[in-house]
């Protein structure tokens, strides 16, 4: 069993930034990072493999989130800049043996509790 815990989350105006934080209690999986707004499915945002080799995004958060990791901490990190009012959602942190079918939220074994970012206009 791993654990999986997320933080950052927050209220930020329109333009602005925030960085999520994820950790894992174990260490050699690939995290990603997924969304849910009210009344929608969980989407896939972005993703990185064991060892940040490998990073995949979502193509409505391209040029504004990056993803990276710290494999020293079991860690993940989303920077997300020019935020935007459709960014408004509960951001949850995912791990998984590899990134296979990386944008599948069913191919992932473990995930987080979520953290509310809220994007004012």
């Known amino acids: 069993q791993v654990e999986v815990v997320e933080s950052g989350g927050g209220l930020v105006q329109a333009g602005g930034s925030l960085r999520l934080s994820c950790a894992a209690s174990?260490?050699?999986?690939?995290l990603a990072w997924f969304r849910q707004a009210p009344g929608m499915e969980r989407e896939f945002v972005a993703a990185?493999?064991?060892?940040?080799?490998?990073?995949y995004n979502t193509d409505s958060v391209k040029g504004r989130f990056t993803i990276t990791s710290d494999n020293a901490k079991n860690s993940v990190y989303l920077q997300m800049n020019s935020l935007q009012p459709e960014d408004t959602a509960v951001y949850y942190c995912?791990?998984?043996?590899?990134?296979?079918?990386?944008?599948?939220?069913?191919?992932?074994?473990?995930w987080g509790q979520g953290t509310q970012v809220t994007v004012s206009s």
């Open positions: 174990a260490s050699g999986y690939a």
């Open positions: 990185i493999s064991w060892g940040g080799h490998t990073t």
């Open positions: 995912a791990a998984k043996a590899n990134l296979a079918a990386y944008s599948n939220r069913r191919s992932y074994s473990y």
